[in-house]
């Protein structure tokens, strides 16, 4: 009997040890597919005839002594923006309802060659921004701890379906929190790197300078895994960093005793406050956190209105520069909530762009100098647990400044990491950012206060 | 930013925009125009933008 629930991590032992097959672990996931997502609708399209075919075929590499590293034999999902060759990709989008890639994004063939086994395509909010919509081609995605509440979004299908156990790892988009704000509402790890760090040749853009693409796992130690197979250069995409990898799991196992963390309080005692139980686990976050070793002092930013309005300007001018002939030809093939929201960029100015640029430059200056004797920052990852899914308004992105969107502007690594459940069993989230092209800290530290706390031992439970 | 503002630069960027939507859309403006003002700070002639276009490196 396969457990309903495997880390990543822990699938990897069971079957490094012949205690469980690859074959065994997708069918078991396929079962848990027909069994729970009907409920969830994390999967957009299922590949379960070419997931087997792919675990049979890791069975024999097995037998035949061929390891690929950690992420061999794993079952993932995609995003549907990630492109995959022969297979539609469709950014959940009646626009897009018939293209089928000639070739998968560079990420997807890097998690191929590293062994994973693709389950099928997720759900996401309509092009990575317009949703929770009732009106595309499939329904949004449902959260799985209560199917009355929101995911978050965008990689709302990738929440849903690691936090059931349908996958035990899948691919996310961050342009202003779509990776964390799902982690933090479905309760995993998830975590967007550096800008450049991951290629996103191959990824259905939202905003070119904000994009970020990244795993979603149920820890941080996945998280790490998932990671390694997805960096590195990729001359395919201008804004990739030319830089050498490290060895995230590794890096895991080295003390968090001594790391300097800035906690950004003002964002979410003021800024965009966060509700009780909230602020309670962030609290109880840093507490943990001391415990283990770590310096926590206070850090004032700018307002956090000032970042998300940078943000939001830059993603609305270059969104709408991607779909503006599309939105002209036939905007009502688009859901209303992305259609609405996009028609708003029609209003910006190419003067408020560059502004938006201008401030941009100060922020991550600013950013910069106060992590220069820091080696993380922690602040919330959402003001809140989920909210009902009915309750999300079409301009909401607009209504309160992110709490997420600053580490898109400074393109720094930033996670969303569990930090405990409110009393209708509701996941809560803090957010740890790091320097540049430091995921390595960022996971260490995250990776050790999931081992310090019981969180990572509760799952949602299906009646 | 009046309704007719809105409904002007829709027209002008050529959107087939429902009649339903339109004030929706109108109302919702304010929110453009505040993040806009706050990116309008008192900075140098001279401040750059995030972006610049790094020259290619030589053959």
């Given at each position: 009997?396969?457990?309903?629930?495997?880390?990543?991590?822990e699938?990897?032992?069971?079957?490094?040890?012949?205690?469980?097959?690859?074959?065994?672990?997708?069918?078991?996931?396929?079962?848990?597919?027909?069994?729970i997502?009907?409920?969830?609708?994390?999967?957009?399209?299922?590949?379960?005839?070419q997931?087997?075919?792919a675990?049979r075929?890791?069975?024999?590499?097995?037998?035949?002594?061929?390891y690929?590293?950690p992420?061999?034999?794993?079952?993932?999902?995609?995003?549907?923006?990630?492109?995959?060759?022969?297979?539609p990709?469709?950014g959940?989008?009646?626009?897009?309802?018939?293209q089928?890639?000639?070739?998968?994004?560079?990420?997807?063939?890097?998690?191929a060659?590293?062994g994973?086994?693709?389950?099928g395509?997720?759900?996401?909010?309509?092009?990575?921004?317009g949703?929770?919509?009732?009106d595309?081609?499939?329904?949004?995605?449902?959260?799985?701890?209560?199917?009355?509440?929101?995911?978050?979004?965008?990689?709302?299908?990738?929440?849903?379906?690691?936090?059931?156990?349908?996958?035990?790892?899948?691919?996310?988009?961050?342009?202003g929190?779509?990776?964390?704000?799902?982690?933090?509402?479905?309760?995993?790890?998830?975590?967007k790197?550096?800008?450049?760090?991951?290629?996103?040749?191959?990824?259905?853009?939202?905003?070119?300078?904000?994009?970020?693409?990244?795993?979603?796992?149920w820890?941080?130690?996945?998280?790490?895994?998932?990671?390694?197979a997805?960096?590195g250069?990729?001359?395919?995409?201008?804004a990739?960093?030319?830089?050498?990898?490290?060895?995230?799991?590794?890096?895991?196992?080295?003390?968090?005793?001594?790391?300097?963390?800035?906690?950004?309080r003002?964002?979410?005692?003021?800024?965009?406050?966060?509700?009780?139980?909230?602020?309670?686990?962030?609290?109880g976050?840093?507490?943990?956190?001391?415990?283990?070793?770590?310096?926590?002092?206070?850090l004032?930013?700018?307002?956090?209105?000032?970042?998300?309005?940078c943000?939001?300007?830059?993603?609305?001018?270059?969104?709408?520069?991607?779909?503006?002939?599309?939105?002209r030809?036939k905007?009502v093939?688009?859901g209303?909530?992305?259609?609405?929201?996009?028609?708003?960029?029609?209003?910006?100015?190419?003067g408020?762009?560059?502004?938006a640029?201008?401030?941009?430059?100060?922020?991550?200056?600013e950013?910069?100098?106060?992590?220069?004797?820091?080696?993380?920052?922690?602040?919330a990852?959402?003001?809140?647990?989920?909210?009902?899914?009915?309750?999300?308004?079409?301009?909401?992105?607009?209504?309160?400044?992110?709490?997420?969107?600053?580490?898109?502007?400074?393109?720094?690594?930033?996670?969303?990491?569990?930090?405990?459940?409110?009393?209708e069993?509701l996941?809560?989230?803090?957010?740890?950012?790091?320097?540049?092209?430091?995921?390595?800290?960022?996971?260490?530290?995250a990776?050790?206060?999931?081992?310090?706390?019981?969180?990572?031992?509760?799952r949602?439970?299906?009646? | 930013?009046?309704?007719?503002?809105v409904?002007?630069?829709?027209?002008?960027?050529g959107?087939?925009?429902?009649?339903?939507?339109?004030?929706?859309?109108?109302?919702?403006?304010?929110?453009?125009?505040?993040?806009?003002?706050?990116?309008?700070?008192d900075r140098?002639?001279?401040?750059?933008?995030a972006?610049?276009?790094?020259?290619?490196?030589e053959?």
């Amino acid at each position: 009997m396969v457990p309903e629930f495997l880390t990543i991590a822990e699938a990897g032992a069971l079957i490094g040890k012949r205690e469980l097959s690859p074959v065994e672990l997708v069918e078991s996931r396929l079962a848990r597919i027909e069994q729970i997502d009907g409920k969830l609708n994390s999967f957009i399209r299922l590949l379960g005839d070419q997931a087997l075919a792919a675990a049979r075929s890791a069975e024999a590499e097995i037998m035949a002594g061929h390891y690929r590293g950690p992420m061999h034999r794993i079952p993932i999902g995609l995003k549907d923006i990630y492109e995959t060759r022969g297979v539609p990709t469709t950014g959940h989008s009646k626009v897009l309802l018939d293209q089928v890639p000639q070739r998968d994004a560079t990420s997807v063939r890097r998690l191929a060659e590293a062994g994973a086994i693709v389950m099928g395509k997720l759900a996401t909010h309509e092009f990575a921004f317009g949703g929770p919509s009732f009106d595309l081609p499939w329904p949004p995605a449902r959260n799985p701890w209560d199917t009355s509440r929101f995911t978050g979004g965008s990689s709302s299908g990738t929440g849903a379906a690691v936090a059931a156990g349908l996958v035990l790892g899948g691919t996310g988009s961050d342009t202003g929190g779509s990776i964390r704000g799902p982690a933090a509402f479905c309760g995993l790890a998830g975590l967007k790197p550096s800008y450049g760090r991951i290629s996103r040749a191959g990824i259905l853009p939202l905003a070119f300078s904000l994009d970020h693409a990244g795993p979603m796992t149920w820890t941080a130690e996945d998280c790490a895994i998932m990671l390694q197979a997805m960096a590195g250069y990729d001359a395919a995409d201008p804004a990739s960093a030319n830089r050498p990898v490290p060895d995230y799991r590794a890096a895991l196992s080295s003390d968090v005793k001594g790391l300097k963390i800035g906690l950004v309080r003002q964002f979410y005692e003021t800024d965009n406050p966060a509700n009780e139980p909230t602020q309670r686990g962030v609290a109880g976050a840093v507490k943990v956190l001391e415990e283990l070793g770590c310096s926590v002092r206070e850090l004032r930013l700018s307002p956090l209105a000032d970042w998300a309005a940078c943000g939001i300007i830059i993603m609305l001018s270059e969104g709408y520069a991607i779909h503006e002939a599309t939105l002209r030809e036939k905007f009502v093939d688009y859901g209303e909530a992305f259609r609405d929201r996009m028609a708003l960029a029609t209003l910006i100015t190419g003067g408020d762009y560059v502004q938006a640029l201008r401030r941009r430059r100060e922020l991550a200056a600013e950013l910069a100098a106060a992590m220069a004797d820091l080696d993380l920052v922690m602040t919330a990852a959402a003001p809140s647990e989920a909210p009902p899914i009915d309750a999300v308004g079409k301009f909401a992105i607009f209504e309160r400044p992110s709490l997420t969107m600053p580490f898109n502007v400074c393109g720094t690594p930033a996670m969303s990491v569990c930090c405990g459940y409110t009393e209708e069993s509701l996941p809560l989230a803090f957010q740890l950012a790091g320097r540049p092209f430091d995921e390595a800290t960022v996971l260490k530290a995250a990776h050790a206060y999931e081992r310090a706390t019981p969180w990572r031992s509760i799952r949602p439970r299906f009646v | 930013m009046s309704r007719q503002e809105v409904e002007a630069a829709l027209a002008r960027a050529g959107l087939d925009v429902p009649e339903r939507e339109k004030p929706e859309i109108a109302a919702a403006a304010h929110f453009i125009e505040e993040m806009a003002a706050r990116l309008r700070t008192d900075r140098k002639m001279g401040a750059e933008p995030a972006h610049v276009f790094p020259p290619p490196p030589e053959a």
